[in-house]
């Protein structure tokens, strides 16, 4: 089963934290999201591995847009 | 059978909790950040112990059988309540490193005092650059919590080789004797613990103070013995002058004026003298039992209570990273009583937390920056762009003059924790008037008799730094304090570069010129704000009062609200209260 993981709101991406296969645990910290000159991160929702990383870092993305999969 | 209980129990016994404990992975993930505030503590650390050792060794005071200023706080003070203050004000950078006196909240006896020491290590405690507005701020401060102020002492006068920056002016070494007045007739009492040698001005800080207590060696003169040359007539020194002067130097067996034997035994200005260095501060302690003090008793509305989580979480919860936002709330849960808060409007204004809660049982009221992102607010740049946490928009600066106001009302002191980027800005932050809202701010604070502190948690930035109590609010603000991590500044370094040199890079540029000479001007701007913006800086030059970790701030807060509530000027019966009235609905 795999778990999106999605923009809390729109911005661009600062700075990613995981790559493909990485294990990773609830909250950890998997990338940065610039937005109104803050840098928010974004946490894992679950436990599991990085399946899939939707951006990359300058990439601007919108709010609910996909960033990356859990699985 | 008698029954006993804190007034307006239902509102204040169990307030709403806030907070909750940090995860198992926040605490994993904030590792470094713990270390980063370490690194900036050790610095605040290592020049506080610069301080310390500021001119002659304690060892030489030691010797000849005396105390050092430090030693006789540590005699004098209870232990474990000293809150020290301008621990490193030096605004002059002076040569002794220091302003000669060492200041600080404490309690005497069970009873909060602001004292403040002269630095018998550093030119016998000369007037020097910085003192006199370093003894302004502590007389302010004790006009401020009504409290007495406790005076330590051993001033050899000015010092005459810089004597243009300490004797006149408005703001100079005579303006603390005016102080001493004004607060006589305010009925706060100036209790004085006098030693060693103090002719001119240091007889003036003796003479000024309600009660003088000295140390059988100690003096106070409208002069000192020692001005033996008198004046030249030459108008300068020759050889033959200089001979003249040592001569008469060595010559020179005149005791100082002012001794015990005048000020005890004929005018009786001294009340006490003692033998013994301790025994003056035995007295002090005496009289500090006779000042007014109600009982906490009088005003708490519950039983004190730590909070529920544990300080050290507040070195996690804190973003050493500026651009980060946190949960401010997470914050305030490590300060307040059982970690309660009951909040004032939390759906109104949603940038701001405004509310009242518990300190050592006592109500005390809490104003401070929300952080993130705030979609679909504020309301009037709908569409146009999201707020963000530490700035100011229309609804907060409404809700905060109004609980500004009624905390006037209810006569709750009022803690700021400032972490703020500075008030909204443009053509729509216009039109919905935060200009005069900010100002309308300003004017709630001035308009109440409340005391206030600020923490400048992070950045204290442009005019929000202002309205939010910062210590331009002279009528009210006690004290302000910085942490390891505070920025204060009108603008971050980079927005101030780039508003200073962006005509000249396009002028540059259409010149065809090369633009590296104004890049390099313009981050040397940048480093030149970082520099001048770090914690030391801002204790050096009295942007905040004390540095603290933020471990301390619980303490510093506990010490403003007990002296607050110890004998206030106005007193709002507990259960005519109107605030809590107005949460609850």
């Known amino acids: 089963m795999s778990t999106e993981v999605t923009a809390p709101m729109s911005g661009s991406i600062f700075k990613l934290l995981v790559k493909v296969g990485d294990q990773v645990k609830l909250e950890d910290e998997l990338l940065v999201l610039e937005a109104m000159k803050m840098e928010n991160p974004v946490y894992a929702p679950v436990d599991g591995k990085i399946a899939e990383i939707k951006v990359s870092e300058g990439t601007k993305v919108q709010a609910n847009q996909v960033l990356i999969v859990i699985e | 059978m008698t029954r006993k209980q804190t007034p307006l129990r239902p509102y204040f016994e169990k307030m709403p909790d806030i907070g909750k404990p940090l995860s198992e992975a926040e605490a994993r993930r904030t590792n470094e950040n713990v270390g980063l505030i370490r690194e900036q503590e050790q610095i605040i650390a290592a020049e506080i112990e610069r301080v310390r050792k500021a001119g002659i060794p304690a060892e030489n005071i030691h010797k000849r059988g005396g105390m050092t200023i430090y030693d006789r706080l540590e005699y004098l003070v209870d232990a474990g309540t000293w809150r020290p203050l301008h621990s490193l004000y030096d605004p002059q950078g002076n040569e002794e490193g220091c302003t000669g006196v060492v200041d600080g909240l404490g309690k005497i006896q069970g009873r909060w005092a602001v004292i403040i020491g002269f630095d018998n290590k550093v030119m016998a405690g000369a007037w020097i650059a910085g003192q006199a507005e370093n003894i302004l701020m502590v007389t302010d401060l004790a006009k401020r919590l009504h409290v007495p102020l406790v005076w330590i002492t051993n001033c050899s006068g000015v010092k005459l080789m810089e004597q243009e920056s300490v004797y006149a002016g408005r703001r100079s070494n005579g303006a603390p004797f005016f102080r001493h007045a004004e ?3 305010l009925g ?11 002719p001119a001005g240091g007889g003036y800080q003796g003479i000024s103070p309600t009660i003088l207590l000295a140390h059988e060696g100690a003096n106070i003169a409208v002069g000192g013995a020692g001005i033996v040359g008198g004046m030249n007539p030459k108008g300068q020194f020759d050889a033959e002058g200089a001979r003249a002067l040592i001569e008469a130097t060595r010559n020179f067996k005149a005791k100082d004026p002012g001794r015990a034997e005048t000020h005890f035994d004929q005018t009786a200005y001294f009340r006490e003298v003692h033998e013994t260095e301790k025994g003056v501060l035995d007295g002090i302690k005496d009289y500090l039992r006779m000042m007014p003090a109600y009982d906490p008793v009088m005003f708490r509305v519950a039983a004190p209570a730590e ?8 070195n996690r919860i804190l973003p050493a990273n500026q651009k980060r936002p946190y949960d401010a709330v997470q914050f305030l849960a490590r300060l307040t009583d059982a970690s309660e808060f009951m909040e004032y409007r939390p759906d109104y204004g949603r940038e701001v937390f405004t509310g009242i809660a518990k300190i050592d049982g006592f109500p005390v009221a809490f104003i401070g920056n929300r952080q993130g992102v705030f979609p679909d607010y504020p309301e009037y740049a709908k569409g146009a762009y999201p707020g963000v946490g530490g700035k100011h928009y229309r609804q907060g600066l409404i809700k905060q003059g109004a609980f500004v106001t009624l905390c006037g009302r209810d006569n709750l002191p009022i803690v700021w924790l400032q972490d703020t980027t500075g008030i909204d800005v443009g053509d729509l932050a216009e039109e919905a008037e935060l200009l005069a809202l900010g100002q309308s701010l300003v004017y709630s604070i001035e308009q109440t008799e409340l005391a206030m502190m600020c923490v400048v948690l992070r950045k204290g930035t442009a005019a929000a730094h202002y309205i939010m109590c910062g210590p331009q609010a002279n009528a009210n603000n006690a004290f302000t304090l910085g ?9 971050h370094g980079e927005t101030a570069a780039a508003a200073s040199y962006a005509r000249r890079l396009v002028k540059e540029d259409e010149a065809g010129r090369d633009i590296a000479p104004v890049l390099e001007k313009m981050n040397q701007m940048i480093r030149d704000y970082q520099e001048k913006s770090r914690p030391v800086y801002c204790a050096q030059k009295g942007f905040v009062d004390e540095i603290v970790c933020l471990t301390e701030l ?7 609200a007990g002296a607050n509530y110890q004998n206030p000027r106005s007193i709002t019966p507990v259960h005519q209260l109107l605030l809590p009235r107005i949460i609850k609905g």
């Open chain 2, 307 to 314: 909070p529920k989580y544990p300080a050290e979480d507040l």
């Open chain 2, 554 to 560: 619980r303490n510093y807060i506990k010490a403003f």
């Open chain 2, 483 to 491: 942490t390891p991590l505070t920025e204060i500044y009108v603008m």
């Open chain 2, 183 to 185: 607060l006589n007739q």
């Open chain 2, 188 to 198: 706060i009492p100036i209790l004085n613990a006098i030693y060693g040698t103090n």
